[in-house]
Each structure stands twice: as C-alpha cells, then as structure tokens.
C-alpha cells in the first residue's frame, strides 16, 4: 500500500507540472493580450507599453508559482492521510491477527486437554476387554500391565499440552513483533511522507524565488531594451511570447543592435548627449558653412552652382558597413559618441566635395530705358563681369563599397540597408519620425539652415540652381513616402502645384485656418499689384496666436522658418494633402 500511495502523489506532483504548463501557456496569451490593449490604450503612455506588459508578466508567474506551492503542498497533504489511513488498517489488522491467534490457541489447548482422557479411557476399555483373558493366563502379568499402560498415556497426555502451551506462546510472541515490525513499518512510511511533502514545500518556495528572480531579470532586460527599440520593438511583440521566448528575442536585438542593422536604432541619445540626428544636423552645418566660404572668398558678379551632395541615407549605410564591419577594429553603430562622430564626419566628407573656380567674362548687354515719353529705349553696352562657379560632386555607395575595398558579405549589408523597404526607418533615424501626419513638417524642420538648395534641386534632375522653393516641398515630401502614394504632387513650378490640389478638391483659400503639415502658396504684390498666380510655396508648420509658421525653401536662398498673420493678403491659399 504505500508504493501505491507514493506512486499516487507522483502522478500527482506530475499532474501539477501539467497544471504549471498550463498556467504558462494561459500567461503567454495574457501576456500578449495585456501588450496589446497596453499599445492600444489612450491610458496608457506610449512609452510604457512594454514595462506594462512585464509588470503583468511577473505577477502571471507569481499567481503560477503560489499555484505550483498549493499543488505540491494539497499532494503532500494527501499522501499523510492516505499513510494515516494505512497506518489505521495495518492496527485493525494486528488486532484481528492476534484475537484470531489467540482463538486458535484455546481451540488447540481444548484439544489437547481431551486428547489425554480419551487415550486414557480408551487404554483402560483395552485392559478391561482382555481381562478374562489375563485372569485366564493364571495371575501372570494382568494388574502389572494395566498399571504400566496406564501411567505411560498420562505422561503422554501431560507431554503434548505442555508443547501446546509453548506453540501457543510462541505464536503470539512471534504476532506481537510482527505488529510492533508493522507499526515502525507504518511510522517510518508517515515519517518518509512528511519529509517528502516538507522538501516538496522546500523546492516550491525555491521556486517561486527563482521564478520572481527570473521575471525581474527579465522586466529590467526588456525596459533597458526599450530604451533604444521603441519602433522595432512593436513589430517583435506581434508574436507569441512566453518566458523563454522573450529571452531569446532579448538576445536576437542584442545580436541586432551589434550588426550593421544597429543604425536603425542611432536616432536615440544613448546617454552621450548626442543622436544621430544631432551629430547630422551638426555635419550639414558644416557643409553649409564651407558653401557659404566659397561664396564669400571671393567677389562676384553671377553665381552659378551646379551638382549635388550625397544623401544621407547612402552616407549612414556606408558609414554602418565600414565602423561595424571593420576587421581592425569593429564597432557597434547603435550609439552615437565623439570617435564615431569623426567617423562619420570623415565618410561624409569623402563622399562629398565642394569646388570652386571663377571667370571674368566681358559681354555686351542691352539695357531698357523709359525717355519719359512712354518710349522704350534700348542701350547697348560693354560689361566685365566676375562669374563665380561652385560645384558639389558627390560619390555613390557602390562607389566608396569600391574605394574601401568591400567584400560581398560587405556589399550585401550595403544593399539590404539601402533597400526601399527601410525608408521608414532611414526616416526614423534621421528625422525622428514614426508615420504621424505632420512628418513632413519634422522633415522640413531638420533641414532648417541649408543653403543654395543644391540637395533638392539636383534631386528633382536640374542641372545647375533653379528658384527651388518648390523643389524643396516635393524632396520633403518624397522623403515621407507621399509623392509615391499620391498625397503630394512632385512639382517644380507653383502654378502647377496650385492647379494639381484644385484638381481633387482638396484646395482652401487663404482666409481658412490651416493645421500643420499643409501645403501654404503665395502670391506676391509688386508694383503692379498681385495676378492671382503663386510665386513661392513652403509647408505649414503650425498656427499659433493667429500666426501662421512655415518652413520655407529658397527664402533668401536657404531653408528658413517664417510667420504670417491668418488670412495675410499675399497667401493665395493652401493645399490640403489627404494624409
């Protein structure tokens, strides 16, 4: 019976595990569900997501673990009553065992009580049959005889009872040591039990120790990783989680955050008082500055620049596969700090270059007059005038993997980072946007303080400087993915900017109040007066204290921010793209 019980509270203890296993997947779903509604909750702050869903992770492993202890503890309880029980039976047992016993001794002493009298009885009705015949053998041997069978069956008699008694006390003797073997048996089995459900407890305490140790480690883990994977990280936690699970997906943004895939997540200050944003915007006010040297070297009289920079996207991708890549010394590119700010100022400028050059040209120029007559008169005249050229080349990414002499695998990392599929996340990194309605507006802000307008005006495909204030918008805008998905037109002349928002009624006069992220044209007076035709365009930044806020391109030919009073008389209007 107790290798049965004892086989019962296995089956038991394993019908626990099952339990906990359950318990486990129940807290998977919970976990993801908690996750989701914390996403989704307008009370509960973006940034909070996941320490929510942790938080609610480690008390699902609490309710497990003091699960698992009231299991363990309710199979321990179990298995005593059933060895009390046993212990009760084994009793009764050893009582029947020894009345029984004792029943059959008397039973036995009866007989052998009355086997002596019968021996007895029967010897002297042998003596008396044959006593004719002993009379008739003339007095020899009858009295002598009788007396000697008579006295040897009492000897007999008195032999066999005192054998019984001593069978009698053997047996019980041999009864009580095997209920007193019963009972230590019986007292060992409760002992054992008791030892087995307090180390049952032991273990269930340590385990809930271990387990609210490991769902600690496991929340401070997922909030440190948070800090620098709040885009990515929705995107994993759309699968299944569980305890296991989530440590493993720990490790894999550890392994992603040490490759090259690590500069989607630079756009963070990562506790050196710098991102990849600040140290960009820092690099092209240094481009800005060595473009306006060149201007200010010398003196001039026509301006003419022509080429384009790299864009950004191709200078971090460069800039990732070399630093991380690096067989000397490789580094991750997730942080951001003052060596690899020079890392990346070098690449830059690598993959940049700004030439000058100057000629004196003399030409014959024909001036208009007015005599005051209302005549026109034309004057023909010979000028020398100082022509300035600036000229901004640039080299491709396939042209630096060339120059640094990249492997394929380093050639493969350069064309998966600049595949179109990551222009979400270049925008991210750069811009700090995540897909809101008014990103065009960050993007238009970061490129606040650039000058000439070279990066937008080469992007549209001219070849030398265009009044590019137009051509700013729709860079802006394609940086956002909007020109693509037919939000915003991809338009080099106002006009046609105006006519493209009318087209889908989507334009409002300038006596509406625009939100952020609108497309704002005007229309300036000169002497003349207005002709209801845009001459400039920009993007609205925001509407404040009855002012409008733009960032405009090409406003004294750099990317600046400007007000207006709602309803100014030279804003012609706004287009409202449907975001």
Not at 177 to 199: C, D, E, G, L, P
Request: glycine fraction near 8%; include cysteine; hydrophobic fraction near 35%.
């Amino acid at each position: 019976m107790p290798d049965i019980k004892t086989r019962d509270i296995a089956k038991g203890t394993i019908k626990t595990i099952d339990k906990s296993a359950v318990a486990a997947e129940r807290m998977k779903s919970a976990f993801i569900q908690t996750k989701e509604k914390a996403e989704h909750s307008v009370d509960v702050p973006e940034s909070s997501a996941e320490e929510y869903a942790s938080n609610r992770l480690e008390s699902g492993i609490d309710r497990v673990s003091h699960e698992a202890v009231h299991q363990f503890d309710k199979q321990g309880r179990k298995g005593v009553r059933a060895t009390k029980q046993n212990i009760v039976k084994a009793k009764d047992g050893i009582q029947k065992f020894k009345e029984k016993r004792a029943a059959q001794s008397l039973q036995k002493q009866a007989q052998a009580a009355a086997s002596p009298r019968k021996g007895v009885g029967q010897s002297i009705k042998a003596v008396e049959q044959p006593k004719k015949a002993v009379k008739e053998s003339a007095r020899t041997a009858g009295k002598k005889t009788i007396k000697t069978v008579g006295k040897g069956s009492a000897k007999t008699a008195q032999k066999t009872v005192k054998t019984a008694e001593r069978t009698a006390k053997t047996t019980v003797k041999t009864a009580q040591r095997t209920a007193k073997a019963a009972q230590k048996t019986a007292q060992a089995t409760v002992k054992a039990s008791q030892r087995a459900v307090q180390a049952a407890r032991a273990a269930a305490r340590a385990a809930v120790v271990t387990a609210k140790a490991i769902a600690r480690a496991i929340a401070l883990a997922v909030k440190a990783i948070i800090a620098g994977t709040k885009a990515l990280i929705a995107a994993i936690a759309a699968g299944g989680w569980i305890v296991v699970l989530i440590i493993i997906v720990i490790c894999l943004i550890g392994m992603l955050l040490g490759s090259v895939f690590g500069i989607f997540f630079s756009g963070e200050d990562s506790g050196t008082g710098m991102s990849m944003q600040t140290v960009v915007q820092e690099i092209n006010t240094e481009y800005d500055t060595k473009l306006q040297d060149e201007k200010n070297s010398v003196s001039y009289d026509v301006l003419e620049m022509s080429g384009s920079r790299a864009v950004w996207k191709d200078v971090l991708a460069v800039y990732s596969v070399k630093v991380n890549t690096d067989p000397d010394n490789p580094q991750e590119v997730a942080t951001m700090d003052e060596s690899k700010k020079q890392l990346l100022t070098n690449i830059f400028w690598e993959m940049n270059e700004i030439s000058s050059s100057t000629d004196t040209k003399t030409e014959t120029v024909i001036t208009e007059t007015d005599d005051g007559h209302g005549n026109i008169v034309e004057t023909e005249s010979t000028v020398t005038q100082t022509y300035l050229y600036i000229t901004v080349s640039h080299k491709t990414a396939d042209e630096m993997a060339a120059q640094y002499g990249f492997n394929e695998e380093q050639k493969e990392y350069l064309a998966e980072l600049l595949a179109d599929e990551n222009n979400s996340l270049w925008s991210q990194v750069l811009y700090g946007i995540t897909g809101t309605d008014d990103q065009i507006v960050t993007v238009a802000l970061s490129q606040i303080g650039t000058m000439g307008g070279d990066p937008y005006w080469s992007w549209y495909g001219f070849n030398s400087r265009v009044e590019w204030c137009a051509c700013f918008v729709s860079w802006c805008a394609n940086e956002c993915g909007y020109i693509d998905a037919g939000v915003i037109p991809k338009y080099a002349g106002c006009v046609n900017g105006v006519q493209w928002f009318k087209d889908r009624g989507q334009w409002l006069d300038n006596s509406a109040e625009p939100t952020p992220g609108m497309i704002i044209f005007f229309d300036w007076a000169d002497e003349s007066g207005q002709d209801g035709l845009s001459d400039h365009t920009g993007i609205v930044q925001k509407v404040e204290n009855g002012r409008v806020y733009t960032v405009e391109g090409n406003s004294g030919d750099s990317v600046r921010q400007n007000s207006y009073p709602v309803g100014y008389y030279e804003i012609l209007g706004y287009g409202a793209p449907a975001y």
